[in-house]
């Protein structure tokens, strides 16, 4: 019995959901990355790194190969890369929206003291 679509993507989200892992894909958008240099950009423990890399894995959102004794993950293709894209111009709408509802009202605060003075 396979899974409705909207549970399958509400699973992708639920991947998604914590910082390390976002982080972690904006990383490798400039392309693959060794463990070493993923936790010197990302601040984590190596153990909290190394759960949210399997989580990633597992979800095959991200690929692992060894370079002899060095573990190198990239993103498994660009369609996670567009999604990454997609929820940046999702947050630009967002807080552009937000930024001018915020302009108008600081408009009418300065009309409403001038109007006082």
Known sequence: MSVPLYEAKAELF???GHPVRIRVLELLQDG???VRDLLAAIE???TGLSQHLAVLRCSDLVIAHRE???V???LSCGDVAELL???RQLLTAKLS?????EREL????VQAEAGRQ
């Open 97 to 101: 929206a937000k930024l001018s509802g």
């Open 72 to 74: 190198v993950y990239a």
């Open 106 to 109: 600081l408009s009418e605060l």
């Open 14 to 16: 639920r991947l998604l």
């Open 85 to 87: 894209r997609a929820a």
């Open 32 to 34: 693959p990355m060794q």
């Open 68 to 70: 002899g004794s060095t």
């Open 44 to 46: 984590v423990e190596a």
